[in-house]
């Protein structure tokens, strides 16, 4: 193992025990036996340590996130409404598996970033899914099947409330096959909620 993937294991261990603001690089390189000034050899703060452990882990699920966006608002109008879980659905799970196969950095992200640009991982998944839900209602609308205006709080609340119904799901390390089941689960109660609300 190279020195830097030894900073690297030291770091996750200290960031997922105290998170990013009480963590203390002092305590990372003095577990390794190394000095302040060896680890400036490859970082110049503890900031740019984590973001070289999370960076792309949340870039992949924005980007994975916004990308399933895109598919569904580029389908024809028509097309739509009838395959209006299924994209979304497929992102779900994507994001399911990706998250396991980085259990650590998923959840230095969701649990541990607070104080880094990282903690606002949910706030900009809703901010996309408001819009994407609102470019639905006007393609519903031009179908000549208008949905009841939503209340932005309530509108707000629910969807904030389903991305952290999933990532408690990787949060608590619940047994893979069984954090599918429940993805599968929670999808068909808030498609069929949305539904309703959207009057469809």
Same mark, same amino acid.
């Given at each position: 193992? &190279?020195?830097? =993937?030894?900073?690297?294991?030291?770091?996750?261990? %200290? @960031?997922?025990? #105290? /998170?990013?603001? +009480?963590?203390?690089?002092?305590?990372?390189?003095?577990?390794?036996?190394?000095?302040?000034?060896? @680890?400036? /050899?490859?970082?110049?703060?503890?900031?740019?340590?984590?973001?070289?452990?999370?960076?792309?882990?949340?870039?992949?699920?924005? $980007?994975?996130? #916004? $990308?399933?966006?895109?598919?569904?608002? +580029?389908?024809?109008?028509?097309?739509?409404?009838?395959?209006?879980? +299924?994209?979304?659905?497929?992102?779900?799970? $994507?994001?399911?598996?990706?998250?396991?196969?980085?259990?650590?950095? !998923?959840?230095?992200?969701? !649990? !541990?970033?607070?104080?880094?640009?990282?903690? /606002?991982?949910? =706030?900009?998944?809703? %901010?996309? %899914?408001?819009?994407?839900?609102?470019?639905?209602?006007?393609?519903?609308?031009?179908?000549?099947?208008?949905?009841?205006?939503? +209340?932005? &709080?309530?509108?707000?609340?629910?969807?904030?409330g389903m991305f952290h119904t999933f990532f408690e799901?990787?949060?608590? %390390?619940?047994?893979?096959? $069984? *954090?599918?089941?429940?993805?599968?689960?929670?999808? *068909?109660?808030? &498609?069929? /909620?949305?539904?309703?609300?959207?009057?469809?």
């Amino acid at each position: 193992m &190279t020195t830097l =993937d030894q900073i690297h294991e030291a770091a996750k261990a %200290e @960031f997922l025990q #105290k /998170g990013y603001k +009480d963590a203390s690089l002092r305590n990372i390189v003095k577990s390794l036996g190394k000095t302040l000034g060896a @680890f400036y /050899g490859y970082y110049k703060s503890k900031e740019e340590l984590f973001e070289a452990l999370v960076g792309e882990h949340y870039q992949y699920l924005i $980007d994975r996130f #916004k $990308d399933a966006q895109k598919q569904f608002a +580029d389908l024809p109008h028509e097309q739509q409404p009838e395959v209006m879980g +299924d994209i979304s659905g497929v992102c779900m799970f $994507d994001m399911l598996h990706y998250a396991y196969q980085h259990l650590e950095e !998923c959840k230095l992200i969701l !649990c !541990c970033s607070e104080g880094t640009r990282f903690s /606002g991982l949910i =706030d900009e998944m809703v %901010e996309i %899914e408001v819009e994407g839900t609102h470019a639905y209602q006007r393609v519903l609308a031009e179908l000549g099947r208008p949905s009841p205006p939503l +209340d932005p &709080t309530l509108e707000h609340i629910l969807i904030t409330g389903m991305f952290h119904t999933f990532f408690e799901l990787v949060i608590h %390390e619940m047994p893979l096959p $069984d *954090a599918e089941n429940y993805v599968k689960e929670m999808r *068909a109660f808030y &498609t069929a /909620g949305w539904m309703k609300i959207m009057g469809q």
